[in-house]
């Protein structure tokens, strides 16, 4: 089974709509941490924004928010007011320990938002 | 940005060469993973380096080996080069390891393997 799953390949909202972009998730490990990433074409990964697994309450960051169902288990990312600027790919990821003990970091296959005038 | 850089920015090569990618971590950051991007994936994580040692791989063959130095920057070495080692590889560092810190990505190189 799939530890991330972005099952919408590609998004379009218009300009200063809200859209949710959906990532579901498989674990073991009770503790865990989900965070969303934005690609832009140039390449480089940005943060967005991160949701523990123990965390009460879902996490916002500025016109970001996680939309945090934990029996679920999905995570997804709602931006408020698009703008043009956030026309890039998104990629949800989670880390989480391996059999091994170490702390690795899972990502989707990603959703492609295009923003419109 | 984030502070962390990487070099080259783009790199061709041929079908069995070898291959040094380099980065240099955020300021204060001890750890340091590098992931492969193929087109239209997600990153795959390749390894992690923690204090100059090894802390974790992926699926990758032992052709894709790392250092990372006293000052926590890191090398990602790849020998024997293929075909489908073409791809996006990024690197990213964190403040420590083993626990659920963010991870910040410096810009890629991409690396056309001919």
């Known amino acids: 089974a799939q530890k991330i799953t972005q099952t919408q390949p590609g998004m379009f909202v218009q300009e200063k709509e809200a859209v949710t972009l959906d990532c579901t998730y498989d674990?073991?490990?009770?503790?865990?941490?989900l965070f969303w990433y934005k690609q832009p074409s140039s390449g480089e990964m940005i943060f967005l924004i991160y949701?523990?697994?123990?965390?009460?309450q879902n996490a916002t960051e500025g016109r970001y928010s996680l939309n945090f169902q934990k029996a679920r288990k999905s995570a997804n990312l709602v931006i408020s007011a698009s703008q043009l600027g956030d026309s890039a790919m998104y990629f949800c990821?989670?880390?989480?320990?391996?059999?091994?003990?170490?702390?690795?970091?899972?990502f989707g296959k990603g959703t492609m938002l295009l923003v419109s005038p | 940005e984030t502070g962390v850089t990487q070099s080259p920015t783009h790199l061709i090569k041929t079908r069995g060469q070898q291959v040094t990618l380099r980065c240099s971590s955020q300021?204060?950051?001890?750890?340091v993973s590098w992931y492969q991007q193929a087109l239209g994936q997600g990153p795959q994580f390749i390894f992690q380096?923690?204090?100059?040692?090894?802390?974790g791989r992926g699926n990758f063959p032992p052709r894709f080996s790392g250092l990372q130095f006293p000052n926590y920057s890191s090398e990602l070495n790849v020998n024997a080069l293929e075909l489908d080692d073409s791809a996006l590889y990024l690197c990213?560092?964190?403040?420590?390891?083993?626990?659920?810190?963010?991870?910040?990505f410096g810009p890629g190189t991409r690396l056309l393997v001919l």
């Open positions: 949701q523990g697994s123990y965390d009460q």
């Open positions: 380096y923690y204090r100059e040692e090894e802390n």
């Open positions: 674990t073991s490990d009770p503790s865990y941490g």
């Open positions: 300021s204060g950051h001890n750890t």
């Open positions: 990213a560092s964190s403040l420590a390891a083993g626990g659920l810190e963010t991870q910040y």
């Open positions: 990821a989670m880390r989480e320990r391996d059999s091994e003990g170490y702390s690795t970091l899972t």
